[in-house]
């Protein structure tokens, strides 16, 4: 490899098979995103939409703002619900494209490598298929890192002021969409102060405007937690993280096979060069991100349960440089080919069929995807039947997914732990009212939620069915006489 041009590896294939190979991808994303049941976070972040404030509980309000939007315009349905992930995606292929073409001599081909490790990439393609926050963090620092690495490239003999800016206010927007987006602005900060050639930088009054235009991005975020007593950030800095305090290192264990699983094993080795053994230049603002987010979140999982995708950011950071770390061509194949075993029993088992033992393996998110028409239609009839004053789950998942199947947004949520269901629903405006209650196997009714009630009798309950076998099973409740929670 040719450190000072860029050139990468030896040709991998023809340019046509891998562009075959890159819409291959496309299509099975494609697939995903019109067809794969409705993942109950996802139905979560769409309520937030229909209820739109400047924040919200869980996480900064941009991916509910575009929920709302695509909902007003395009009405209550998958369509709306996942086009704004589809057209994420979109600019993310360009933004990839953009960044090729900054950063590799031979970028025609670096560019289909590098977009067919983000196709085939268990973690990017799972994050880039439902409508969550991540697909927007994801598409925001990719863009601020292309205008930071064009910025930097420049500096000092032509800086680019204009790219700082822009790089500013693609942090900022991903910021607003997830708080994690911070370790690409303290990557950058730390970036400048340890590299001698950009510290200069410190005295140049236009580095601390885009500073303040990121920040000031966050003015909603900042807003919402000042009305509500720091609520979001309490959450994600404490509260959330449940066991936080003393060793666990099952939450190691844990993150160690989810970092197997949703990278790939064969994305190891490239990732460790990349991390351990710099070789190009223009490589210091990835790398210091990398390990920003990775020290970070790993430290979090010695202590507490993480989620695969906390550290998208790290991997992010990474992918422009990791063609030129697959040094041997059969290192890219086997990616390819665990990408595609893997995408491929994704769009199965959350479109088709279910794959897995659902049951056995209280594997949750599958059993939710199934079964929600006939229990909206049950539940809607028995709410007009009883003639009762609301509806509530017994958790934020099952609120959502039953809100969002009966495009109902006020669906809710009766559980004792807090979410953003808190914020919409007023129990003393419905002390003495009768309600419709949902539970399932997953989330059945705690008898916290039933002493809310004077009496709960259960009108009925419907097996799920998918694959033939039973995946779920959901039940229905009258409650009687609301009383609130206990005080």
């Not at 739109?52 to 695509?70: E, I, K, R």
Request: net charge positive.
């Amino acid at each position: 490899m040719d450190e000072q041009t860029g050139r990468l590896p030896r040709t991998l294939a023809p340019l046509g098979v891998l562009k075959a190979l890159a819409l291959i991808f496309v299509l099975y994303k494609v697939v995903l995103l019109f067809s794969a049941g409705v993942f109950q976070d996802e139905a979560y972040y769409w309520l937030w939409g229909q209820h739109l404030a400047l924040s919200y509980f869980d996480h900064p309000p941009l991916n509910a703002w575009m929920q709302g939007l695509a909902g007003a315009v395009f009405g209550w349905n998958k369509f709306a619900l996942r086009i704004m992930v589809a057209l994420a995606l979109c600019a993310d292929i360009a933004l990839i494209w953009l960044i090729s073409r900054r950063i590799a001599w031979d970028w025609p081909e670096h560019f289909w490598r590098m977009l067919l490790l983000f196709l085939a990439t268990p973690v990017f393609f799972a994050v880039t298929s439902v409508a969550l926050p991540d697909h927007l963090l994801l598409t925001f620092s990719l863009a601020a890192l292309y205008f930071f690495l064009s910025f930097l490239q420049r500096w000092p003999e032509l800086p680019r002021w204009r790219d700082l800016y822009l790089g500013a206010a693609c942090l900022g927007l991903a910021a607003l969409s997830k708080y994690n987006a911070a370790f690409l602005g303290i990557g950058l900060a730390f970036y400048i102060l340890l590299v001698p050639r950009l510290r200069p930088l410190l005295l140049k009054p236009q580095l601390y405007l885009a500073a303040a235009i990121a920040v000031a991005l966050q003015a909603p975020v900042l807003i919402w937690n000042i009305q509500q007593n720091m609520a979001s950030f309490g959450f994600i800095l404490g509260t959330r993280h449940s066991g936080l305090g003393s060793a666990n290192l099952s939450g190691l264990s844990a993150w160690l096979i989810g970092f197997v699983l949703l990278v790939g094993p064969f994305l190891i080795g490239p990732l460790a060069a990349f991390a351990f053994f710099p070789r190009r230049r223009g490589e210091g603002l990835a790398r210091m991100t990398f390990w920003l987010s990775t020290c970070a979140i790993v430290g979090l999982a010695c202590f507490t349960t993480t989620l695969f995708h906390w550290n998208l950011l790290a991997y992010l950071a990474a992918l422009p440089f990791l063609p030129y770390r697959m040094r041997w061509r059969w290192l890219t194949w086997a990616h390819i080919a665990y990408g595609t075993a893997f995408l491929s029993f994704m769009v199965v088992n959350y479109s088709f069929t279910p794959l897995t033992d659902v049951k056995g393996l209280s594997d949750e998110a599958t059993g939710w995807v199934y079964g929600w028409e006939e229990t909206a239609s049950a539940v809607q009839a028995a709410r007009v039947e009883r003639k009762t004053g609301f509806v509530a789950a017994a958790d934020y998942t099952t609120a959502a997914l039953l809100g969002y199947h009966l495009q109902d947004k006020d669906v809710t949520s009766l559980s004792a732990k807090n979410d953003q269901f808190d914020y919409w629903f007023r129990p003393a405006e419905h002390l003495g009212q009768d309600a419709i209650l949902f539970g399932d196997t997953w989330r059945p009714l705690t008898p916290d939620i039933v002493a809310q009630f004077a009496e709960v009798v259960q009108l009925t309950e419907i097996p799920v069915i998918a694959g033939g076998k039973e995946v779920n099973r959901h039940q229905i409740f009258l409650g009687r006489g609301f009383r609130g929670p206990a005080k």
